[in-house]
């Protein structure tokens, strides 16, 4: 679950943001760049990101802040999870990302699987749709939703991509140590679950 200091944080970026976007009145926009400045301080202190980084995060923002998509492909084989390790961390993710404007997410999940991981897929299902302030997950400078959707494997091998190092699949005893940013072992779990009883209903919220 989020915690107060990161909702507070999250809430004066939106608003500074809503406000640096909008408002014409010069002084306005100091008190509006002000409070973009405390909430980078809220962020940096309690995270332990530098200020430069989450500064730079926060000013690539423009406009009315809304929550980011996130997608992930939950791509099955032998009760085994396809799996791509991270060059950025070098712990392990399902393959996704950001939603591309101009893309659906089942077209986005289709894309990113085959960038990351080198195999073709289909979507079959959305299997959850969470928001990550009503889940347990590490503190992030932006509210997220993020979306598990089923697809299954009809071509390609196993490839590495700009941003991945490694290509496995996991059984559920034995997964990896995780990119806890995109995906948490509960999640994890939840993936699992629903490979066991895939008639079940799309989770969200």
Not at 81 to 107: H, M, Y
Not at 178 to 194: C, I, P, V, W
Request: net charge negative; proline share 4%; charged share 30%.
């Amino acid at each position: 679950m989020s915690t107060k200091w990161l909702e507070w944080a999250q809430r004066i970026q939106a608003l500074s943001q809503s406000g640096l976007a909008f408002t014409k009145d010069v002084y306005d926009k100091e008190r509006y760049e002000e409070l973009r400045e405390i909430s980078a301080d809220i962020m940096s202190e309690y995270t332990g990101l530098e200020m430069k980084k989450v500064k730079e995060l926060f000013t690539n923002e423009t406009g009315y802040q809304t929550p980011k998509v996130d997608v992930r492909g939950a791509v099955f084989r032998d009760g085994d999870i396809l799996l791509v390790r991270e060059k950025v961390d070098d712990r392990w993710s399902l393959p996704g990302g950001f939603s591309d404007i101009g893309l659906s997410p089942s077209e986005n999940i289709v894309k990113e699987i085959k960038e990351e991981s080198g195999f073709d897929v289909i979507h079959k299902k959305l299997i959850a749709l969470l928001d990550t302030q009503h889940h347990e997950h590490p503190p992030l400078p932006y509210h997220y939703y993020k979306l598990f959707i089923h697809c299954e494997i009809v071509g390609g091998e196993a490839t590495t991509g700009m941003e991945t190092r490694d290509v496995q699949f996991f059984p559920e005893h034995a997964l990896p140590e995780l990119s806890a940013g995109r995906n948490t072992e509960k999640q994890m779990h939840m993936l699992f679950d629903y490979m066991r009883h895939p008639e079940q209903e799309t989770i969200f919220d």
